[in-house]
């Protein structure tokens, strides 16, 4: 019996240990993150620096992880390990067959138990504590690091070289690794930093997820692109520049699938020629050609690259299906642009709960973000654009339509499009 309590006592306060070093490593990983990357404070990183030890841990992070993401996976494994013999020897102490159904019953409620004990202390509290108070979790688990390089250094560079060769058979590019630095805990690590601006938190957030998005979710339709054309005369077109107040124009010969290039109006009065001799095709500027399923970031990067502010959108047929612009996709970043031109409005405004007033032209995936809901729909990217397509023509004053859990009333229209309607969430079936 003694040597049953023994054991009993022997494998739990490994178990406790092997937890205790789990959460070890996990606080200091994210105390090494959050200093090293997610906070903005730089003279707390040059008083670290001055000590050596910490210097050498701050300017060699991504290492630094790799070994404690080691010690992480080992001190799990172990633990499980040790759970077997604990269980078995905590059955023998309280007279359970362990070959017994009960003994079954008994490991599955023991493993419960060990996994959660794990997450909340070996994960969730250390991570709450490294955020926090990183300096101190840091100064805690310095030897800890130190003793867990050294132990596993010739075995990481072991399994490293297996990791690349790995990587290799299957035509990857085994430098692409981005588990050394989690964006996900880049955020976490932003939203629990006050000293970080909300803006900039915004705008960091916003980088993240413009990956999602696809030219089609933010390009002006076709129908509500401002061009000249060639054949209506300088004099028409010009007058049109007045009213639109542009800067930029796709120059079109009959329509917008023969796209000539982009006038930028301030050539146009540049020009010491008269308005009557100008010649248009002359001024016009080059103009790329995109999809509307195209990745926006990489648009961004062809507008950069060119120097460029205007791109055709063409389907796979070659018609024109609208363009896209820098500022439609910096707004993306940065949030609604507005100069001393451009109207106050927003673009959606909550008029009372659940009910909310949206520009026609606002884009499908901006409806969503805002009043948390999902629209399923690819073929048009404003909600003017959705109601059309809906009712299959461009709808009346007034007239409504349901649609999943919205309803859409049209208040203000012209001839060409929706320029505003009343969003209405329902919230069950019976509204």
Same mark, same amino acid.
């Given at each position: 019996?003694?040597?049953?309590?023994?054991?009993?006592?022997?494998?739990?306060?490994?178990?406790?240990?092997?937890?205790?070093?789990?959460?070890?490593?996990?606080?200091?990983?994210?105390?090494?993150?959050?200093?090293?990357?997610?906070?903005?404070?730089?003279?707390?990183?040059?008083?670290?620096?001055?000590?050596?030890?910490?210097?050498?841990?701050?300017?060699?992070?991504?290492?630094?992880?790799?070994?404690?993401?080691?010690?992480?996976?080992?001190?799990?494994?172990?633990?499980?390990?040790?759970?077997?013999?604990?269980?078995?020897?905590?059955?023998?102490?309280?007279?359970?067959?362990?070959?017994?159904?009960?003994?079954?019953?008994?490991?599955?409620?023991?493993?419960?138990?060990?996994?959660?004990?794990?997450?909340?202390?070996?994960?969730?509290?250390?991570?709450?504590?490294?955020?926090?108070?990183?300096?101190?979790?840091?100064?805690?688990?310095?030897?800890?690091?130190?003793?867990?390089?050294?132990?596993?250094?010739?075995?990481?560079?072991?399994?490293?070289?297996?990791?690349?060769?790995?990587?290799?058979?299957?035509?990857?590019?085994?430098?692409?690794?981005?588990?050394?630095?989690?964006?996900?805990?880049?955020?976490?690590?932003? &939203? =629990?930093?006050? /000293?970080?601006?909300?803006?900039?938190?915004? @705008?960091?957030?916003? !980088?993240?997820?413009?990956?999602? *998005?696809?030219?089609?979710?933010?390009?002006?339709?076709?129908?509500?692109?401002?061009?000249?054309?060639?054949?209506?005369?300088?004099?028409?077109?010009?007058?049109?520049?007045?009213?639109?107040?542009?800067?930029?124009?796709?120059?079109?010969?009959?329509?917008?699938?023969?796209?000539?290039?982009?006038?930028?109006?301030?050539?146009?009065?540049?020009?010491?020629?008269?308005?009557?001799?100008?010649?248009?095709?002359?001024?016009?500027?080059?103009?790329?050609?995109?999809?509307?399923?195209?990745?926006?970031?990489?648009?961004?990067?062809?507008?950069?690259?060119?120097?460029?502010?205007?791109?055709?959108?063409?389907?796979?047929?070659?018609?024109?299906?609208?363009?896209?612009?820098?500022?439609?996709?910096?707004?993306?970043?940065?949030?609604?642009?507005? &100069? =001393?031109?451009? /109207?106050?409005?927003?673009?959606?405004?909550? @008029?009372?709960?659940? !009910?909310?007033?949206?520009?026609? *032209?606002?884009?499908?995936?901006?409806?969503?973000?805002?009043?948390?809901?999902?629209?399923?729909?690819?073929?048009?990217?404003?909600?003017?654009?959705?109601?059309?397509?809906?009712?299959?023509?461009?709808?009346?004053?007034?007239?409504?339509?349901?649609?999943?859990?919205?309803?859409?009333?049209?208040?203000?229209?012209?001839?060409?499009?929706?320029?505003?309607?009343?969003?209405?969430?329902?919230?069950?079936?019976?509204?």
């Amino acid at each position: 019996m003694n040597l049953i309590v023994g054991d009993t006592l022997l494998f739990g306060s490994a178990a406790i240990l092997l937890i205790l070093l789990n959460a070890i490593f996990v606080g200091s990983e994210f105390s090494l993150i959050r200093l090293r990357y997610s906070h903005f404070n730089p003279d707390l990183l040059d008083k670290l620096r001055k000590t050596k030890r910490f210097a050498k841990i701050l300017d060699r992070v991504d290492e630094a992880l790799q070994f404690l993401r080691l010690g992480i996976s080992l001190s799990t494994l172990v633990l499980g390990v040790v759970l077997v013999p604990l269980v078995s020897s905590l059955l023998t102490y309280l007279g359970i067959d362990t070959g017994g159904v009960w003994a079954g019953f008994v490991y599955v409620a023991c493993l419960v138990v060990a996994i959660g004990l794990n997450y909340v202390l070996g994960e969730s509290v250390p991570r709450g504590v490294a955020l926090q108070h990183p300096v101190g979790m840091l100064h805690a688990s310095y030897w800890l690091i130190w003793l867990l390089r050294t132990l596993t250094f010739p075995f990481m560079k072991l399994f490293g070289w297996f990791s690349r060769q790995s990587l290799r058979m299957f035509h990857l590019d085994p430098h692409a690794d981005l588990n050394k630095l989690d964006l996900e805990t880049q955020i976490l690590s932003m &939203d =629990e930093d006050s /000293s970080i601006p909300a803006f900039t938190q915004r @705008v960091f957030k916003n !980088v993240i997820s413009m990956r999602e *998005l696809v030219v089609h979710d933010v390009m002006l339709p076709r129908n509500q692109i401002q061009f000249f054309d060639i054949f209506d005369g300088n004099e028409f077109n010009l007058e049109l520049s007045k009213k639109a107040g542009h800067t930029r124009y796709p120059l079109c010969e009959g329509d917008m699938d023969n796209c000539l290039g982009i006038v930028h109006i301030k050539d146009v009065y540049r020009s010491e020629m008269e308005v009557q001799r100008l010649e248009f095709k002359k001024l016009a500027r080059p103009v790329i050609v995109v999809g509307p399923d195209d990745s926006l970031e990489l648009v961004l990067e062809q507008l950069l690259d060119k120097r460029l502010h205007m791109a055709l959108v063409r389907d796979e047929f070659g018609g024109t299906v609208g363009v896209v612009t820098m500022e439609n996709i910096v707004e993306q970043l940065v949030g609604n642009i507005q &100069d =001393e031109f451009d /109207s106050e409005a927003e673009q959606i405004e909550e @008029v009372q709960e659940d !009910v909310f007033i949206v520009d026609g *032209l606002t884009p499908i995936h901006d409806v969503e973000e805002i009043l948390n809901i999902e629209i399923d729909e690819d073929e048009v990217s404003t909600l003017g654009g959705l109601l059309t397509s809906e009712l299959g023509k461009i709808p009346d004053a007034g007239q409504k339509v349901r649609l999943q859990n919205l309803e859409i009333e049209a208040m203000e229209v012209d001839e060409k499009r929706v320029l505003s309607a009343r969003v209405r969430v329902l919230h069950n079936t019976d509204d």
